[in-house]
């Protein structure tokens, strides 16, 4: 899932947004063992892990091969599936620590991959090309690209040593992009969390943006995200001939009542997080919009700031709730008044507020009691935002200086959602690492073309594994 790709366009001058396509590095000769990781991740996103046709199960057992031949025991990894979706299965690594003080640490990424049709892309999206600087194949970006990072992490550490301090686990799983059938993070959170148990997990979400030109000019750590909800939105009349029209018309109402959520504002909140995103990356700025997130860092009822500030899309997406009508369905003959009109409200929702008090907001912006809104849909839990720990910035801010020189490392919130959701709720906060960097229109993920600057995947690689180092060693 890389819903963050739109805040992340966000935080550059919005001329950069318009850049496409990005020009990338050229990218240096490859190493014996970047060859090696390269072959890694070419079988990961060759592997197809679509919902309609692919196997994450395939990609588990692939994965569990490498960590086998590099010393892995059976009884560290744990391949896992249930016998309704066999092909939507995981795996769970473990290797140990020295330390019999530190927790464990988790790694967690999922399998699976956006739908991707042969006929819509230039490419074939299940067969890795090497282009202009470029990989191009369905997952490089969204997210196999760090899937093949832990997994590499894991096998150079049992294989070269030193064993870690802190005990690392490995967490593959399927279902981020296709949950509504079988979600692994959620399976394993909820019947075997002791195997999963750690004292934080480091995720997708984070990363940094170039400015569309090859220089990185941002790096992220994600900490936090809004919640998904759906609310269906109906409105209900007897109907009858419509050649005798009424006034109470179920698709009117419908529409009147779509006006108010479209209208409705829900209020303006800061977090430790938010707050820290809005101040650095606006002081990163240097304009007057920079300015603005300065001054309403500062105090979020500065009414001008507040103006600027939100009449950038992702911006206003970062300082509240959100609600937007997405379907709509209605009526039931074409010489009929309407006798049911409904719309689906997907709302994302701000840490600290519920699908309750959402829910409460928008009947009271409706202000209509003949229409209903009822919670539906996929129901992930609510968030649990992760603290602003200066133990996990600390490692995170000293390498980002080491690998980026200048380049500002900035706390940010997903205005999307991810599996973090699960293993919040279980005690395990969890992180959006740095590391890897995208291009301002998003590299394709869950799009067409999909790709990952080669550069980027070699950086992203070593930064990651020492940030991981750093971690589990104290």
Not at 36 to 61: H, I, Q, Y
Not at 393 to 419: N, R
Not at 443 to 471: C, K, P, Q
């Amino acid at each position: 899932m890389r819903a963050h790709l739109l805040a992340w366009t966000a935080i550059l001058p919005l001329a950069i947004a318009t850049i496409s396509p990005a020009r990338a590095q050229t990218p240096a000769p490859l190493s014996a063992d970047q060859a090696v990781f390269r072959d890694l991740f070419k079988e990961l996103v060759e592997t197809n892990t679509t919902v309609s046709s692919g196997s994450c199960t395939a990609a588990a057992e692939k994965m569990a091969a490498r960590l086998k031949a590099a010393g892995y025991k059976d009884d560290q990894l744990t391949l896992f599936s249930v016998p309704e979706f066999p092909k939507d299965g995981g795996l769970v690594a473990v290797l140990p620590g020295t330390s019999k003080t530190l927790k464990p640490m988790l790694l967690l990424g999922h399998l699976d991959v956006v739908e991707a049709k042969r006929e819509d892309w230039t490419r074939d999206p299940f067969t890795m090309v090497e282009e202009n600087g470029y990989y191009y194949a369905r997952g490089a970006s969204d997210m196999k690209g760090m899937v093949a990072a832990w997994v590499d992490i894991m096998a150079r550490l049992k294989k070269d040593g030193p064993a870690p301090k802190r005990m690392i686990k490995l967490a593959l799983t399927c279902g981020e992009e296709t949950g509504g059938r079988f979600n692994g993070a959620k399976w394993l959170a909820e019947t075997k969390p002791d195997l999963i148990a750690a004292e934080f997990a480091l995720n997708e979400g984070g990363g940094g943006r170039t400015d569309g030109k090859g220089k990185v000019v941002v790096q992220s750590m994600q900490i936090g995200e809004k919640s998904n909800r759906n609310f269906r939105i109906e409105a209900t009349n007897p109907g009858g001939h419509s050649s005798i029209p009424v006034r109470e018309n179920a698709i009117y109402d419908l529409g009147d009542a779509l006006a108010k959520v479209r209208d409705y504002g829900f209020p303006v909140t800061l977090n430790d997080t938010t707050r820290a995103f809005f101040a650095k990356a606006g002081a990163s700025r240097g304009d007057d919009m920079g300015r603005a997130m300065v001054a309403l860092s500062k105090n979020p009822n500065d009414a001008s700031a507040l103006a600027m500030v939100t009449s950038d899309r992702g911006y206003n997406s970062t300082l509240r709730t959100t609600c937007v009508a997405t379907t709509i369905a209605g009526g039931h003959a074409e010489n009929a008044l309407p006798q049911r009109a409904s719309a689906n409200v997907n709302c994302r929702i701000f840490p600290g507020e519920t699908a309750e008090t959402t829910q409460a907001a928008l009947v009271k912006a409706i202000n209509n009691p003949a229409i209903t809104v009822t919670l539906v849909g996929r129901i992930r839990p609510i968030a649990v935002p992760p603290p602003l720990d200066p133990r996990i910035m600390g490692p995170a801010e000293k390498l980002v200086a080491k690998y980026f020189p200048g380049v500002p490392l900035v706390p940010s919130m997903s205005t999307g959602a991810t599996d973090a959701t699960y293993l919040g709720v279980i005690g395990i906060p969890t992180y959006g690492v740095p590391g890897g960097w995208g291009d301002p229109d998003g590299n394709g993920a869950h799009g067409l073309n999909e790709r990952r600057e080669i550069t980027s995947l070699m950086v992203g690689r070593d930064f990651l594994y020492d940030l991981v180092t750093a971690y589990a060693s104290k």
